[in-house]
């Protein structure tokens, strides 16, 4: 499914048109910029419009301005996001000064970008491990003292329902002395349950696979960031399998051999100038990995 099919970027005249603006607004005639961030990026590498498929990657290293599209793209489109991202005082301006072309239904008529697409930034995964590892251990001390108070609640003096001031005490009495909840039942009810953490590959798997809803468009900013190149595999199985039968979308930024070879992607070069259209194994960065290991097959191979 293609939600977004085209996204236009000001071109160098435009630029210096909100730029002047800036400077007005900031001091009239002896007006100055702080930061013309993002502007000058783009018209330099010859890049004026992007065409989407259902996976395009924005492919290129530190610098190169592929997340910097992600964020212009993810603010135009209004998608959610986990954290709200500041690029400085020309990062609106430009992109007002950007388009969008969504893509066509069944019937001919263009889509509306789904209210559950989203950005998803490395960060996120990160955060989602260190949130669910506060919470994890917030509910084992709260099962401590649920510990205590369950038994203090089964065994102990009786409590006498007075009204309302004592209700929850009397209630919670109640429940601990229930032959039909059991002490761990007891303590999920007042502790919480804790998540299940594995390895931070495996956890940074079910985030994706729990983030990943059906029918949307996704922005993923570098996702191999703390994946192993098994977990990498296992992403790119599943962003894979989400574009060719959920109707998920995916605008990818990165450079991980591993994803860059996702089947059927549009790859954008922004290493290049001008932008160009690459396959996965004509990247300077697939062909490394590949002349290092080329180097050294003869490790890889078993002795007669």
């Known amino acids: 499914m293609i939600w977004l099919e085209k996204f236009i970027l000001p071109d160098g005249e435009a630029e210096w048109s909100i730029a002047q603006k800036r400077r007005a607004e900031n001091g009239g005639a002896f007006g ?18 992007l065409d989407f498929e259902p996976i395009t990657i924005l492919y290129g290293g530190n610098g190169s301005g592929k997340s910097t599209l992600l964020h212009v793209i993810a603010e135009k489109l209004a998608l959610k996001r986990q954290a709200p991202f500041n690029g400085g005082e020309m990062f609106a301006p430009y992109v007002g000064a950007c388009s969008a072309r969504t893509g066509f239904d069944d019937e001919g008529e263009r889509v509306r970008i789904p209210e559950e697409s989203r950005l998803l930034a490395s960060d996120d995964v990160f955060e989602y491990m260190l949130a669910a590892r506060s919470r994890n251990e917030q509910i084992a001390e ?13 065994y102990g003096e009786t409590i006498q329902f007075r009204g309302l001031e004592n209700y929850e005490d009397f209630r919670m ?21 804790e998540v299940k953490l594995n390895s931070n590959g495996e956890t940074a798997l079910e985030y994706f696979e729990g983030v990943l809803q059906n029918d949307a468009l ?10 192993s190149p098994k977990m990498q595999l296992a992403v790119k199985a599943l962003i894979e399998r989400k574009a060719r039968y959920c109707g998920c979308q995916f605008i990818i930024a990165t450079h991980s051999p591993f994803l860059l070879a996702l089947r059927s992607a549009k790859i954008y070069d922004l290493d290049s100038a001008p932008v160009a259209l690459r396959k996965w194994w004509e990247l300077e960065n697939t062909k490394t990995y590949f002349s290092f290991l080329y ?6 191979r078993k002795e007669d």
């Not at 000058?40 to 004026?48: E, Y």
């Not at 709260?142 to 089964?154: F, M, R, W």
């Not at 059991?182 to 999920?188: E, G, P």
């Open 32 to 49: 100055y910029l702080e930061n013309g961030y993002p502007c000058g990026l783009f018209p330099q590498k010859g890049l004026s419009e």
């Open 173 to 193: 009495q109640v429940l601990a002395r229930s032959k039909s909840l059991s002490r761990r039942k007891f303590l999920h009810r007042f502790a919480g349950r």
């Open 295 to 300: 180097e050294n097959r003869h490790l890889f």
């Open 142 to 154: 709260n099962t401590e003292h649920g510990k205590e108070d369950y038994a203090a609640l089964k």
């Open 218 to 227: 996704f922005l993923l900013d570098e996702p191999e960031n703390s994946l």
